[in-house]
């Protein structure tokens, strides 16, 4: 697919359209993936959307002033905040090469531009690209960095808490790769940080980050907060998290999905972009309400949820329910 064949289709808009100045809200977008070289990569990139190559690292390249603005191609993103040097940097991702990812990242775009960037992605794969299902160990991965309405708009703290009642069905309904769950990367949030979620319904993001600090240590969840936090509330972030080097503060959800399927016939960013509407479209809604009658519910009268998979059929429950 070419860019002139984008508009053939249209990713569908987020529910609350426009940030708190009435600006359209952006995403930007992270896909990782082996078996092509950061410069291959790039040339398909130059080759799909135009611009300019910068070469001038060759661990990290951009495409500047394409049809998508400026896109950047790099092999890690940790390996550059060890302090090791460049010389040193170099040599080692060579030697990891094929077990570290490829990863692209764009600028934050607008849904249609999102759907545009999607068309490259078979031809990445035509290419070569590999995506997590392709070995054990290979933690790839698909990340949205979808722009909140505003820090302090009541969408924000209510898609978090959506998102808290809503993982581990966006899990087992998209089959998320069983390899992927036993790494580091996107652990879910502990089940007792859920309950107070739903309990407390903390309103504003400085009440958020005194619930979340003994139960969120590190960035590696499905949904990090960390960027979002650090930008909103930078004292307090410094406060709770002084040794938190890698966040970038950022006015943005950063949904971390655990799956890179670049590799399979028929994949899309499609996916992973219905996951996350499905979230906010449920946090703009009242079946957020219903989730969490059900969630308190079910813990008065059981005491705990021992299985997610029991959630995961009264969740799904009341979602279709609605989709009937």
């Given at each position: 697919m070419t860019c002139q064949d984008a508009d053939a289709y249209r990713f569908p808009p987020l529910p609350i359209?426009?940030?708190?100045?009435?600006?359209?809200?952006?995403?930007?977008?992270?896909?990782?993936?082996?078996?092509?070289?950061?410069?291959?990569?790039?040339?398909?990139l130059q080759e799909t959307f135009g611009g300019e190559l910068d070469d001038s690292n060759p661990h990290q390249l951009f495409v500047r002033g394409g049809a998508l603005g400026d896109l950047e191609v790099e092999l890690d993103t940790v390996l550059g905040k060890t302090g090791m040097g460049a010389e040193s940097q170099s040599r080692l991702k060579d030697l990891l090469r094929g077990l570290v990812p490829v990863e692209?990242?764009?600028?934050?775009?607008?849904?249609?531009?999102?759907?545009?960037?999607?068309?490259?992605?078979?031809?990445?794969r035509e290419a070569g690209a590999s995506g997590s299902r392709d070995g054990v160990?290979?933690?790839?991965?698909?990340?949205?960095?979808?722009?909140?309405?505003?820090?302090?708009?009541?969408?924000?703290?209510?898609?978090?808490?959506?998102?808290?009642?809503?993982?581990p069905v966006l899990r087992a309904e998209k089959g998320i790769d069983v390899t992927r769950r036993v790494l580091p990367f996107v652990t879910s949030w502990p089940r007792a940080l859920v309950d107070l979620l739903i309990e407390e319904k903390p309103d504003r993001l400085a009440a958020l980050i005194d619930l979340i600090d003994p139960y969120v240590r590190s960035r590696n969840h499905a949904l990090d907060l960390l960027p979002l936090l650090k930008h909103a509330r930078p004292k307090l972030f410094e406060a709770s998290?002084?040794?938190e080097q890698s966040t970038t503060a950022r006015p943005a959800f950063h949904f971390r999905l655990p799956d890179s399927r670049i590799n399979e016939p028929g994949w899309s960013l499609r996916e992973p972009?219905?996951?996350?509407?499905?979230?906010?479209?449920?946090?703009?809604?009242?079946?957020?309400?219903?989730?969490?009658?059900?969630?308190?519910?079910?813990?008065?009268?059981?005491g705990v949820l021992r299985r997610d998979s029991a959630w995961v059929r009264v969740a799904s429950d009341i979602l279709s329910r609605d989709d009937a």
């Open positions: 359209e426009t940030n708190a100045q009435g600006a359209a809200r952006r995403v930007g977008v992270e896909v990782e993936f082996s078996g092509l070289s950061e410069r291959r990569a790039a040339s398909i692209i990242v764009t600028e934050p775009l607008l849904p249609d531009q999102v759907a545009l960037f999607d068309t490259v992605m078979p031809v990445l160990f290979l933690g790839f991965g698909v990340h949205l960095n979808a722009e909140v309405v505003a820090p302090a708009d009541p969408h924000t703290m209510r898609t978090i808490r959506a998102f808290a009642l809503l993982d998290y002084p040794d972009w219905e996951m996350w509407r499905t979230v906010e479209e449920v946090a703009a809604s009242d079946r957020l309400e219903r989730l969490e009658e059900e969630w308190t519910e079910r813990k008065r009268a059981h």
